[in-house]
Structure formats: structure tokens, C-alpha cells
């Protein structure tokens, strides 16, 4: 697992190991914290299919399920 600043997400690229349904690009578009700074809500969006899914953003640091970048 690596490193991942909840900050710096936002329209951060990912690439998904095992595509599903053809989506295999994503880009975080919605981050939202609370008032300490914890992470309330990330949602990530398909390039082919532009849906939106709501993923918890730890998720993210598993190399398993996603790769940073576009690959």
C-alpha cells in the first residue's frame, strides 16, 4: 500500500487492476470533510461511462484494486 494524502485527491487519476463493465479509467471528482479534516465523502467517476461511484478513499492505497495514474 502507499501513501495517500486525502488533500491532494481531488481529480487525482486511477487506474482500476480488474476494469468492470469496460470502466477502467477513474477520476476522484468529489471530496468532502468534516470540520477535523476527516474525509466524509469521495466519489469517483468513469471516463467511458462518466458514473459515479461512492468509494470509502482508504480503498484507494490498495495496489490490488488501483494503480495512481492513468495506466
Do not use: Y
Not at 2 to 21: D, E, F, G
Not at 26 to 45: P, R
Request: proline share 3%; aromatic share 10%; charged share 25%.
Amino acid at each position: 500500500m502507499h501513501q495517500i494524502n486525502p488533500k491532494k485527491l481531488l481529480n487525482s487519476k486511477w487506474t482500476a487492476v480488474r476494469p468492470q463493465n469496460k470502466e477502467k479509467h477513474f477520476i476522484v471528482s468529489e471530496m468532502e470533510f468534516d470540520e477535523e479534516g476527516a474525509v466524509l465523502v469521495c466519489c469517483i467517476e468513469a471516463v467511458m461511462t462518466k458514473r459515479v461511484i461512492f468509494i470509502d478513499w482508504q480503498e484507494l492505497k490498495n495496489t490490488s484494486q488501483w494503480h495512481q495514474g492513468w495506466k
